[in-house]
């Protein structure tokens, strides 16, 4: 089964990828210790165990079989060498081993952020493991291996089971509201049927869609046929034609809420149907949902509410002002765009600005203030966003001790006080001393960074000359049509 | 075999229902009070849950109390670890303590919604129930 496109806004996930590169971390420290004595001992095998039941139990209960299947097989393989039943560990070839986990695991966690981790990639490292164990095995007299084996089985039982099931997001939801309204509008009643039931029945089918429903699509109906062509040929479409689709999959949106309704005493009859009725129009949604704009007001709502949450929770008073907010955007950048802007405002409320005291101290007023300011550039080359706060600032000598640290710079490496604080972008990099639910974990940056960088575009932070910091995003226009949209658009907002 | 959902919303509480009808027989309550009601019956009747989905955030009891409630009843009418039931909790909170407290009170998998349906089923295969269909 592929693993879907880690949500970085989870909290669990954050936790897991930084605990994970933490274990790694610890194993190279090992590694460099065993590597003075040209052996390991017995302190040192127990400590590699620990660390590799500690990855074993936290993929099992993120359920990242990619991860689990080839540590639970090396978790074994060092069963051989705790029990004292006379294996000798090989130097060179275990340090081998121990260096190809760490280095699969770092990868392994990449393509999980990526969305590309598949949970078989594990099994050639699990295959290599076993062949080294087989080996070892065999120069043993068969009552040891009996044993290694019975006692290695009989700890694992005894783990209490864990399981965490990551909410299953879709990343080109309906637009609720949209659906929502126009259904009540309809007559049909209870947005609360539609969302959440939509939602899961959504999340479900896209568990089961796989990238070619466009293919199959093509096999069916005529209308669907030659909408299909119709969209292929997108780049020649014209804003209103767009529209009319736009409106037409709504209404198949509406459509689909009706079937559930009329069908929920029966719905096991026809809910295949129904997944593959959803399938369709979740595909023609994606397509239409990139070639679309939004404004970027949209997010405005959620990113106040995010301040007044941190407000109350930290007891400080920070005000949200926001400006550009008629800017259109790419509808599908708007998840990306508010999952970066919600976690850079709750670090800076939570790190960047002070608290009431300090700031009255320092001459600032009470209140922290960040601004977010939205713009486009270059008649429609690229979109913009700068957040600002007046907090205290990045503390560039905190960064690059803690990055000197973690092996990111060495001592003498002379970088300027940009690079320096664009290095909090690097996974694990943390200066916080506590990380609380919030931030501070360090891994948040980079997913992100990242998160835009999948749109094509960049992100960046400065300290600012007066006081605080300044981020600023760009994501470039891919369509040429967005030129001429202004007017067009209008129409799609007043529908909304 | 045998399921016990607790949800106080309606949507997630039919669409839990209609997915898991397929692999077992499934009550439904809508809060802690009536899940831990419910689960004072199947003692009683003898017909003990595999399984039971609980909500956290529930009016009259919560799924957290609930948990625990159920864990006493299972101790007390003698099952040990190995013959409780298996609790999946279910709810839209992800926040990092909430999930180390309900696992700490004995359930065996948290799961966020929208529930990735996939995931829940495999979370089910790998608890030893038998979804086959």
Known sequence: MKIKQADATDPMMEIFIEECLDLITQYETYMGMAEEKQAYDMTLINEIFRITHTIKADATMMMFECITVPVRVFEKLLYYYRDENGCVVNYPEFTALLRDVTDFVRLEIDKILDGNADDTDGNGLRDKIQEYRDELASGLLPEVVESVEKNAKDTIMDEPMRFYIGSCTADKEPDDNAAGENAAADGFEAGSIEAAQAESIIAAAKCKTSDSTYEHAGDSANDEKNVYAWINKRNTVTTDEIKELYDTVCALQRVEAKLINRFQDRFSEVSDIIYEYHNYVASMWKWVGNATTAPVSQLSLKLHRVVEEMNTRLDKNVHLSICGEDCLVERHWLDNISSVLIHIIRNSIDHGIESKEMRLKNGKDEHGNISVAYSIKNDYSYFEAVIEDDGRGFDVEKIREAAIQKKLISETDNLKEEEIINLVFEPGLTTSNKANIYSGRGVGMDAAKHSIEELGGTMSIFNNTTSGTRVVITIPFHNAMLHEEDTANEDIDSRR | ?133
Not at chain 2, 1 to 26: C, G, H, N, P, Q
Not at chain 2, 115 to 128: A, C, P, W, Y
């Open chain 2, 1 to 133: 075999m045998r399921i016990l959902i607790a949800e106080d919303d309606f949507a997630s509480r039919k669409f839990m229902m209609r997915f898991l009808a397929k692999y077992a027989e499934v009550d439904v309550t809508v809060d802690g009070e009536e899940a831990v009601q419910a689960f004072e019956y199947s003692l009683q009747d003898n017909l003990h849950y595999d399984l039971v989905c609980l909500d956290i955030m529930m009016p009259k009891m919560d799924g957290i109390e609930a948990l625990t409630v159920i864990r006493k009843l299972e101790e007390e009418a003698g099952f040990t670890k190995g013959t409780q039931c298996k609790v999946i909790m279910t709810t839209a909170l992800n926040e990092v303590d909430q999930v180390d407290k309900a696992f700490s009170l004995g359930c065996e998998g948290y799961a966020v919604k929208p529930i990735d349906v996939n995931k829940f089923l495999t979370v089910m295969q790998r608890m030893g129930l038998s979804v086959d269909n």
